[in-house]
């Protein structure tokens, strides 16, 4: 993301009242798509709606209710749906807020929970940051995100098809069961910056150049951002755990989840000391190549140092130098300055200088 982005966001709502509702994040032309999950043990229904929804629709039906908003950028969409739920203005403005840091906030009826869900596009290799807010309330779970594009895909399989737990379970177990999915791509995203800094240090072992120092800043702000993200949501999930929304069962795999992102808080603190570890070594491939360098070149003088003495010799303006009317001795001279060259490079090679 650019800093000229985050400003602009930042910016639409200066001077508005607190709880105003305003969507900061990039306009999109995307549909919106309502998918809503409602089921028990024995059977479940899916439903899609779009725009147009009557909010009827999207009161609980059974025992566990998953309605899956995404495109929050209709404004009026949202405002309805958190009248339907008594949902108050604060919670939407943060909501609402693309760029809001991961947090917790716990209501009388319900928990609202917000983080990133961070993925890597395949084609382009580019870290992908989409915000998804969770409202957590007796019987419901709503979920709002910004695109289409999840990595839910699994767990609504997991429903439809009933396997596993997540039918016999409620509300919260759901609600963990994202949560989980998210913490989890989280480790799938470092790989891909660990296989980058390895990339980068192959290539500054064998072939460094001006660029690679570039790639190394570019991916030391990455990294950052990324941890900024991430960190807050060991934070959270402490707080979720300390909930009375979430029995002693679900606090079992809340710990599980802790532990997770504690693993992913070390990894970054690991890679953040590699990319660091790139710099000295960028700088001492650098200075190695410079090196070797002024050594090719110190050779190259030493060897033209008595060449330089014979001509320099030779080039003198006595009159008495009886060598320079020797028929055979301007070859003499160039068959001696030969064979210094070339015993100079037998020395040199021997000696491991060249």
Same mark, same amino acid.
């Given at each position: 993301?650019? !800093?000229e982005?985050?400003?602009?966001?930042?910016? &639409?709502?200066?001077?508005?009242?607190?709880?105003?509702?305003v969507?900061?994040?990039?306009?999109?032309?995307?549909?919106i *798509?309502?998918?809503?999950?409602?089921?028990?043990?024995?059977? $479940?229904?899916?439903?899609?709606?779009?725009?147009?929804?009557?909010?009827?629709?999207? *009161?609980?039906? @059974?025992?566990?209710?998953?309605?899956?908003?995404?495109?929050?950028h209709?404004?009026?969409?949202v405002? *309805?749906?958190?009248?339907l739920?008594?949902?108050?203005?604060?919670?939407l403005?943060?909501?609402?807020?693309s760029?809001? &840091?991961?947090? $917790?906030?716990?209501?009388?009826? #319900? /928990?609202?929970? $917000?983080?990133?869900?961070?993925?890597?596009?395949?084609?382009?290799?580019?870290?992908?940051?989409?915000?998804?807010?969770?409202?957590?309330?007796? %019987?419901y779970?709503l979920? #709002?995100?910004e695109?289409?594009?999840?990595?839910?895909?699994?767990?609504r399989? &997991?429903?439809?098809?009933?396997?596993?737990?997540?039918? +016999?379970?409620?509300?919260?177990? +759901?609600?963990? =069961?994202?949560?989980?999915?998210?913490?989890?791509n989280?480790?799938?995203?470092?790989?891909?910056?660990?296989?980058?800094?390895?990339?980068?240090?192959?290539?500054?072992?064998?072939?460094?150049?001006?660029?690679?120092?570039? @790639?190394i800043?570019?991916?030391?702000?990455?990294?950052?951002?990324?941890?900024? %993200?991430v960190?807050?949501?060991?934070?959270?999930t402490?707080?979720?755990?300390?909930n009375?929304? #979430?029995?002693?069962?679900? &606090?079992?795999?809340?710990?599980?989840?802790?532990?997770?992102?504690?693993? !992913?808080?070390?990894?970054?603190?690991?890679?953040?000391?590699? !990319?660091?570890?790139? /710099?000295?070594?960028?700088?001492?491939?650098?200075?190695?190549?410079?090196?070797?360098?002024?050594?090719v070149?110190?050779?190259?003088?030493?060897?033209?140092?008595? +060449? =330089?003495?014979?001509?320099?010799?030779?080039?003198?303006?006595?009159?008495?130098?009886?060598? +320079?009317?020797?028929?055979?001795?301007y070859?003499?001279?160039?068959?001696?300055?030969?064979?210094?060259?070339v015993?100079?490079?037998?020395?040199?090679?021997?000696?491991?200088?060249?």
């Amino acid at each position: 993301m650019r !800093v000229e982005e985050v400003k602009v966001k930042k910016n &639409r709502k200066l001077g508005e009242a607190p709880g105003t509702l305003v969507y900061t994040g990039n306009r999109k032309d995307e549909k919106i *798509k309502i998918t809503y999950y409602a089921y028990d043990e024995k059977d $479940v229904e899916k439903k899609e709606y779009d725009i147009g929804v009557n909010m009827a629709c999207l *009161k609980p039906q @059974k025992d566990v209710n998953w309605i899956d908003i995404s495109g929050i950028h209709n404004v009026k969409l949202v405002e *309805k749906i958190g009248s339907l739920y008594n949902i108050d203005n604060l919670i939407l403005e943060d909501l609402l807020n693309s760029d809001q &840091r991961p947090k $917790v906030d716990e209501r009388v009826d #319900f /928990i609202f929970a $917000v983080l990133k869900m961070i993925t890597v596009n395949k084609k382009t290799e580019e870290i992908i940051y989409e915000q998804v807010s969770f409202i957590l309330g007796k %019987n419901y779970l709503l979920t #709002f995100q910004e695109t289409p594009d999840d990595i839910f895909q699994k767990i609504r399989e &997991r429903i439809e098809q009933g396997v596993g737990k997540i039918r +016999l379970r409620k509300e919260n177990y +759901l609600a963990y =069961s994202l949560l989980d999915a998210i913490v989890d791509n989280y480790l799938i995203v470092l790989e891909e910056f660990e296989n980058e800094i390895d990339r980068l240090e192959d290539k500054i072992l064998n072939n460094v150049d001006s660029k690679d120092m570039e @790639k190394i800043i570019a991916l030391k702000k990455k990294l950052s951002v990324f941890k900024k %993200n991430v960190n807050p949501v060991r934070e959270m999930t402490i707080k979720l755990g300390t909930n009375e929304v #979430f029995d002693s069962g679900i &606090r079992n795999y809340l710990k599980d989840l802790y532990d997770h992102i504690v693993v !992913v808080s070390e990894t970054i603190e690991n890679l953040h000391s590699r !990319v660091s570890g790139l /710099i000295e070594l960028y700088n001492s491939s650098i200075g190695n190549a410079m090196n070797e360098i002024m050594k090719v070149l110190t050779t190259i003088s030493t060897i033209f140092i008595p +060449l =330089s003495f014979i001509t320099g010799m030779y080039g003198m303006n006595f009159a008495n130098m009886p060598e +320079l009317n020797w028929k055979y001795g301007y070859y003499v001279t160039l068959i001696l300055m030969v064979l210094i060259v070339v015993g100079m490079i037998i020395y040199f090679k021997r000696k491991k200088w060249w």
